[in-house]
């Protein structure tokens, strides 16, 4: 789990993805945005969901940089304010 953690930290995409993504994050609700992205049905654990996120926002990035016809950056967004949400509950659950 601190591994995934460590890798978030040292994320480094553009200034606007993050900062659309930030505020974005203040409205998470894993059971509605998850689903979103990891389809239906039961789900997984914050640390397997946000592995799963990482992996599907590492092919955006790369679509961002090199096939931009399919690239989207709402998508993209969307993505990593998941992302963030997951990290934000799995620190919190450290935490405690």
Excluded: C, F, W
């Amino acid at each position: 789990m601190k591994d995934i953690l460590k890798a978030l930290d040292g994320l480094r995409r553009p200034h606007l993805l993050i900062r659309a993504a930030r505020i974005g994050a203040t409205e998470y609700r894993r059971d509605a945005h998850l689903r979103r992205h990891l389809g239906y049905g039961a789900l997984p654990r914050s640390a397997a969901a946000l592995a799963r996120l990482v992996e599907m926002e590492e092919e955006l990035n790369q679509q961002r940089q090199s096939d931009r016809t399919r690239y989207s950056a709402t998508r993209h967004v969307e993505i990593l304010i998941a992302m963030m949400g997951e990290a934000r509950i799995l620190r919190s659950a450290h935490a405690a």
